[in-house]
């Protein structure tokens, strides 16, 4: 694919992975930030992400972090915004980075879970608006779920998809624009489960993970549910669903279970409990199990 123009907007955690990994597939990145500092350590980062990964180092030397918006978009290809997960935000940015793109240049939000829809509606040119949603961190897992909206034009879904395989990325395409879109809506049923069970008294939060990781999450990389259930039978799988599926948690909303950890200020590792209790070392460790795994999983 010929090496294009693309601009970031935001560098935080996921923007500036973002850049570092069309910068070391051979385009010119342009990023920009709001906040001075994240914008002026952009660089820092990434080099030592290449550093640390063994990758071209000179790869950050095709990144250019500019102060202003308008000059960040105004000679890309590409626009991917990873501003902070704000609808208000997100709307009245691409309505300003709007005014300054080119009519052909493709603009694409990473977004977790709102609408592409809610966020590029307002557009003047909306066939040209997409969603791309990337995992954290973004040079280390390989999904990018490409989301047309009903406005999109094929070719600009066709374009996004080739530009991210080329950058050594697993597109997939969402066809249609709903919230979570595939992963997030896959991974929340599942900690839907996760809560009701200690919710429920069934097992402590421990053991719910204990249970993932030393079961099916061994084999989760490799077999997919719906491969996993043709491997089985779709005969077992539609026995296992009557007996389970009536048990299972099925609530529209968020847990009360959940409700009540956030409201007593239990949130997580930034305060030192959620679920769990966890010390400054446990994180740590925790931390660092995920990214061992990760980086060995991209040499396989
Ligand atoms: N963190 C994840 O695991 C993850 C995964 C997939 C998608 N996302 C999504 O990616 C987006 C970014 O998330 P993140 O984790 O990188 O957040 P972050 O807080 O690390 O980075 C957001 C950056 O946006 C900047 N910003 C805010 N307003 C801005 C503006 N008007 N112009 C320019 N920059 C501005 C902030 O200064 C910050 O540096 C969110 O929509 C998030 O939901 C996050």
Not at 54 to 75: I, S, Y
Not at 103 to 114: E, R
Not at 286 to 293: A, D, E, K, P
Request: charged residues 25%; aromatic residues 6%.
């Amino acid at each position: 694919m010929a090496k294009t123009r693309i601009a970031v907007v935001g560098a935080g955690l996921m923007g500036h992975g973002i850049a570092q990994v069309f910068a070391l597939a051979g385009h010119h990145v342009t990023i920009t930030d709001s906040f001075h500092a994240n914008l002026e350590t952009a660089k820092a980062r990434i080099s030592a992400n290449l550093r640390d990964l063994g990758d071209d180092e000179k790869a950050v030397d095709r990144v250019t972090p500019l102060a202003d918006l308008a000059q960040t978009v105004r000679d890309a290809d590409y626009v991917v915004e990873a501003v902070s997960e704000d609808l208000p935000l997100k709307q009245k940015l691409f309505a300003e980075i709007e005014r300054h793109v080119r009519p052909d240049t493709i603009l694409a939000s990473n977004t977790s879970v709102i609408p592409i829809t809610a966020i590029m509606g307002g557009l003047k040119q909306r066939e040209r608006a997409l969603g791309t949603h990337w995992w954290n961190p973004p040079y280390l897992v390989p999904l990018v779920e490409v989301i047309g909206t009903e406005w999109t034009l094929p070719q600009a879904i066709e374009w996004t998809m080739a530009l991210h395989a080329d950058a050594g990325k697993k597109p997939a395409h969402v066809k249609k624009d709903v919230p979570g879109f595939i992963g997030n809506r896959l991974q929340h049923a599942l900690w839907r489960e996760a809560v009701s069970l200690v919710e429920r008294g069934i097992c402590d939060a421990e053991t719910v993970d204990t249970v993932i990781k030393a079961a099916f999450g061994r084999r989760l990389a490799v077999l997919g549910p719906l491969e996993n259930a043709d491997l089985v039978g779709t005969d077992l799988t539609l026995a296992i669903h009557k007996t389970v599926l009536p048990d299972i948690e099925s609530r529209p909303g968020p847990s009360p279970y959940l409700e009540k950890l956030v409201a007593d200020g239990k949130l997580g590792f930034k305060t030192g409990e959620g679920f769990r209790k966890w010390s400054a070392e446990e994180q740590a460790a925790l931390r660092s199990r995920v990214v061992q795994h990760l980086k060995k999983a991209r040499d396989l």
